[in-house]
């Protein structure tokens, strides 16, 4: 039996997400294939450990530990940076700086500017976060759970009991498969 310690960010980086996959394989070459997600479970490991690739996985998931394909910072800055600047430039302190600006002469104007883009900044930053933590709490473990992605939520104290019971199902599940290709090809031999 080998186990295998994977770090999706580190296997990504040095290597095509083929080669993640060619190394999850291999190490479940003689024994059954146990993944625990301990905080988060995103990208690369998100498809690298799944049924769809292959069916002798079993996953499961610490409770409060979180799953999606991206994670809510990187989904909040690329796939929803629309949503943030809209809900920036919506922000009341934005709006009362621009009405200060619409009315101020030219030296105001230059001092609110500048205070406008610092603002906006921050202002960006705490709109990231809420629509993070928005994405987040949506594609939840409990999501994962529900569509396939992971086969059981387990609360930490359970967690050396359950790799145990997994190893040893995932070990009857291959004897049980090699005594069938052995039944199949003994019957066509004959």
């Known amino acids: 039996m080998a186990w295998l310690g994977f ?21 479940g070459q003689g024994g059954p294939i146990v993944f625990v997600v301990i905080t988060r479970y995103h990208g690369g490991a998100f498809m690298v450990f ?20 991206i994670g809510g910072a990187p989904a909040a800055a690329t796939v929803f940076a629309r949503e943030v600047k809209t809900r920036t430039q919506a922000e009341p302190r934005m709006l009362k700086l621009r009405e200060r600006l619409d009315t101020a002469d030219d030296q105001q104007a230059a001092g609110i500017r500048v205070r406008l883009v610092e603002m906006s900044t921050a202002i960006r930053s705490q709109k990231l976060g809420e629509v993070a933590s928005e994405f987040d709490q949506i594609h939840s473990i409990h999501r994962a759970l529900a569509v396939g992605s992971v086969d059981r939520l387990i609360p930490a104290m359970e967690l050396r009991p359950y790799l145990i019971d997994a190893i040893g199902r995932g070990l009857a599940r291959d004897r049980r498969s090699d005594a069938s290709d052995r039944t199949t090809s003994a019957a066509t031999a004959d």
């Not at 960010?9 to 996959?21: K, M, Y």
């Not at 769809?52 to 610490?62: D, G, K």
């Open 50 to 69: 799944s049924k769809q690739l292959n069916e002798r996985i079993e996953t499961a998931a610490l409770e409060g530990s979180f799953a999606s394909v």
């Open 7 to 27: 770090r999706g960010g580190e296997c990504l980086v040095r290597a095509a997400l083929r080669g993640c996959w060619d190394r999850v394989r291999r190490a």
